[in-house]
């Protein structure tokens, strides 16, 4: 269990649960947006492609082990590059933003940590909605 101070000192990608609390995380965040009404539709037909679900996932842990300070490289495209022309609507952005925080809930991922998470969400809102 993490006490304040050590959570204080850690850095977001030691509180996420460094890359398999990344990974556990990723698994359990597409679970949960291929459950999503709001946004299944544009998940599940992952599951018929294993290989391209595996990649998306892979780019995913890398995207947030970097994004944390983690020693992960992404190497797939900018934020804008992967949703132009996907036309993502607000409502989709917040049922996939819930998605995340409920599952870093569900991880027992502390209060602060869900925060920063989604400050970062919100940083990135205007390189996904509405391209």
Request: hydrophobic share 40%.
């Given at each position: 269990?993490?006490?304040?101070?050590?959570?204080?000192?850690?850095?977001?990608?030691?509180?996420?649960?460094?890359?398999?609390?990344?990974?556990?995380l990723?698994?359990?965040?597409?679970?949960?947006?291929?459950?999503?009404?709001?946004?299944?539709?544009?998940?599940?037909?992952?599951?018929?492609?294993?290989?391209?679900?595996a990649?998306?996932?892979?780019?995913?842990?890398?995207?947030?082990g970097?994004?944390?300070?983690?020693?992960?490289r992404?190497?797939?495209?900018?934020?804008t590059?992967?949703h132009?022309?996907?036309?993502?609507?607000?409502?989709?952005?917040?049922?996939?933003?819930?998605?995340?925080?409920?599952?870093?809930?569900?991880?027992?991922?502390?209060?602060?940590?869900?925060?920063?998470?989604?400050?970062?969400?919100?940083?990135?809102?205007?390189?996904?909605?509405?391209?």
């Amino acid at each position: 269990m993490q006490t304040a101070s050590s959570i204080d000192t850690a850095s977001l990608y030691e509180r996420l649960g460094r890359a398999d609390g990344i990974a556990a995380l990723v698994d359990d965040i597409v679970e949960a947006h291929m459950r999503n009404p709001v946004i299944r539709a544009r998940y599940l037909p992952l599951k018929n492609t294993p290989e391209h679900l595996a990649e998306v996932k892979a780019h995913l842990c890398q995207f947030l082990g970097a994004g944390s300070g983690g020693p992960e490289r992404y190497a797939g495209r900018s934020m804008t590059e992967a949703h132009r022309g996907m036309n993502v609507s607000e409502a989709e952005f917040m049922a996939a933003l819930d998605d995340i925080l409920e599952t870093l809930d569900r991880h027992g991922i502390d209060g602060q940590t869900r925060k920063d998470i989604l400050a970062i969400g919100y940083a990135l809102k205007p390189e996904i909605v509405g391209l």
